[in-house]
């Protein structure tokens, strides 16, 4: 029988590779973003490969996001695989400059909407004794840089989450995976910088990840046999040496 997976954050970036990803090796998909008319062109495109259902919250609001997931049609009810994607940095400033809109904005979908998905999403796995979770962090939730402060935060939160969730969701037999990217090429600066057209020099000078070499790792954890369980994977472009070092050489 065919897996389900749901994918947060499945409009775009990292969350739609991995749904075009799936789809190509047959797994059902849950897509869940906010924007609707890009949950209906993923679906779209993927319904011919795979069975698609999409659902429309903000992983800030709890009580969306759990109805959401509550009120899946049956054929989806069964959730083999969650990926944690939803998310994003807002702003790059100093701590003593930044703004509390950000803060607040990068605290409440990083990290508290990760754990409103997984609260929805857990006790059937639980139940079923079977599961694997994948959390997307970064390279930010093991180094800071400077400015990156709540950004990183989040996402050295995050990891902490992962390696709590692994220890308590042990006796379950469920597997639970943290993806950690440094650099990729999506709409992620475009939303850090808010539309400001610096966020075009992120990637210029090197080849940053894609968002496709993310999603080739994700299936590679989620597609282990069952006695595997990938517990952490750092992931740079070859230029990123670290959080700070980026050779910008090239073209
Ligand atoms: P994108 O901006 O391309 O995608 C972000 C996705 O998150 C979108 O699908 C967006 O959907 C969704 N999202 C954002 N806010 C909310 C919200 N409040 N409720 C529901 N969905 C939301 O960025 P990436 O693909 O790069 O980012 C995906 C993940 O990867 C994030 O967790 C990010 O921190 C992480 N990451 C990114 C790296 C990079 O360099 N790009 C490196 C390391 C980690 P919509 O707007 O439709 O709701
Ligand atoms: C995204 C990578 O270096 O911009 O998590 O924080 S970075």
């Known amino acids: 029988m065919s897996k389900t997976a749901l994918i947060t954050g499945a409009t775009s970036g990292i969350g739609r590779a991995t749904a075009f990803e799936f789809a190509k090796h047959g797994i059902n998909l849950i897509l869940c973003g906010r924007r609707q008319e890009r949950l209906e062109s993923v679906e779209k495109a993927l319904s011919k490969l795979t069975d698609v259902h999409t659902l429309n919250f903000d992983v800030r ?38 703004s509390i809109d950000d803060w607040d904005a990068m605290m409440d979908i990083n990290v508290k909407g990760l754990l ?19 959390n997307i962090g970064s390279s930010a939730g093991k180094e800071v ?36 990217p440094g650099l990729v090429e999506t709409e992620f600066s475009k939303v850090r910088f808010k539309n400001d057209p610096i966020a075009d020099t992120v990637y210029k000078g090197y080849k940053a990840l894609q968002p496709e070499d993310i999603a080739e790792a994700i299936y590679f954890a989620v597609s282990r046999p069952p006695h595997v369980n990938i517990a952490d994977i750092l992931m740079f472009c070859t230029a990123q040496a670290n959080s700070t070092i980026v050779n910008k050489t090239g073209n």
């Open 61 to 98: 609001d709890n009580i969306a996001t759990l109805n959401a997931i509550s009120n899946v049609p049956d054929a989806f009810k069964q959730i083999d695989i969650l990926i944690n994607n939803a998310g994003n940095a807002h702003g790059l400033d100093p701590i003593q400059t930044g």
């Open 116 to 134: 409103y998905v997984s609260k929805a999403v857990i006790p059937q796995m639980t139940n079923r004794k079977s599961g694997h979770i994948i």
């Open 145 to 180: 840089y400077p400015k990156g402060n709540v950004y990183c935060g989040s996402k050295h939160a995050v990891l902490a989450i992962t390696e709590g969730m692994r220890i308590d969701l042990n006796p379950f037999g469920i597997k639970v995976t943290a993806i950690n």
